[in-house]
């Protein structure tokens, strides 16, 4: 593991409540600034780097991108003073996991146990807003028929169904159909029934 932050006293802080209170031991290595944090991710393999967007050198979102070029499989818990707004930038980037430098003794160790075991840590206000700008995005984009029509289509009914229950022509569902497609951005039913049960 890699603990990537400019300050001293956050990086031998954080050191010592991971070696003495996590459920499993753990090699913990250093870096002091952006330059020193590729250098090691180039020379050893960690399975986690707990980093911080303002390290001396950041590239801030950029990181991303850069150090998993390195290190395809490695997982990033970002740390930092920023609120879940930042956070979700971070995580469209393709972090793992991101907890604020607020974060009780029992978050931290909640977000570790939480990456190892389940692959990512997102806190839940992050997770609800995550959900709902996910919702936004997508389904705001389409007029009250066509709203209408998806969700009568990822309720699993057909073209023929939907014309006879809205009194419409079987050839006016496909057209709503397209158009839902190409706004949604998918190519199937199937996607349709994800974004379906995100809003729910």
């Known amino acids: 593991m890699l603990i990537a932050d400019g300050l001293y006293v956050v990086r031998m802080g954080t050191a010592v409540l991971l070696e003495t209170k996590l ?3 753990c090699n913990i290595d ?13 020379a050893n393999q960690y399975d986690l780097i707990i980093l911080d967007t303002d390290i001396p050198g950041s590239i801030f979102k950029s990181m991303v991108k850069d150090l998993k070029k390195k290190q395809k499989n490695l997982k990033i818990l970002i740390f930092s003073i920023y609120d879940e707004n930042v956070g ?3 995580i469209e980037e393709g972090v ?3 907890l604020n430098k607020d974060a009780s003794e029992s978050e931290i160790l909640k977000s ?3 990456l ?27 007029s009250k028929r066509e709203l ?13 169904e939907i014309s006879n229950s809205l009194d419409l022509k079987t050839s006016t569902i496909s057209t709503y159909k397209k158009k839902i ?7 199937n039913v199937v996607d349709l029934v994800r974004i379906y049960d995100e809003m729910h």
Do not use: C
Not at 30 to 42: G, M
Not at 150 to 160: C, P, Q, T
């Open 96 to 98: 793992e996991g991101y």
């Open 30 to 42: 250093f870096a002091e600034n952006y330059s020193e944090t590729k250098e090691k991710i180039s």
């Open 112 to 114: 570790i146990h939480a």
């Open 23 to 25: 459920k499993f031991p």
């Open 116 to 142: 190892f075991d389940e692959g990512y840590y997102y806190p839940s206000k992050m997770m609800n807003k995550l959900l709902t700008s996910k919702e936004n995005n997508t389904v705001e984009k389409l």
């Open 88 to 90: 979700i930038q971070y």
């Open 181 to 187: 497609f190409e706004k949604l951005q998918v190519k």
């Open 148 to 160: 209408q029509i998806f969700k009568l289509l990822a309720e699993g009914h057909g073209n023929i």
